[in-house]
């Protein structure tokens, strides 16, 4: 059984910094690939950062590119997003999941979710 538990989200003001953190459980993750998404009240879950299996190949949705960075420690069984300069659009509930195939969506097991709230 998989199991992702995120967490770090919080309240910050705009221009400030979070970290997330997300634990994995199961040895096979480690050989996944790991992403982040993001889900907005009245929006729809989308995609903000991936990382491959090896953490060598890293993707980043535009609206966040410059500003955020997702980096993993497979010795922890830990995926992170470093999230800087942070915009009151950035605010919503974040998930991490494992990556089960090459399609945006080849997603299945996910978190319970931090939230990140911004002010402005």
Do not use: H
């Amino acid at each position: 059984q998989v199991q992702l538990v995120e967490s770090g989200g919080g309240l910050v003001q705009a221009g400030g910094s979070l970290r997330l953190s997300c634990v994995a459980s199961g040895s096979a993750l480690r050989t996944s690939d790991l992403g982040w998404f993001r889900q907005a009240p009245g929006k729809e879950r989308e995609f903000v950062a991936r990382i491959t299996s090896s953490g060598a190949v890293t993707a980043y949705a535009d609206s966040v590119k410059g500003r955020f960075t997702i980096s993993r420690d497979n010795a922890k069984n830990a995926l992170y997003l470093q999230m800087n300069n942070l915009k009151p659009e950035d605010t919503a509930v974040y998930y991490c999941g494992r990556r089960y195939g090459t399609g945006p969506r080849d997603y299945d097991y996910w978190g319970p979710g931090t939230q990140v709230t911004v002010s402005s």
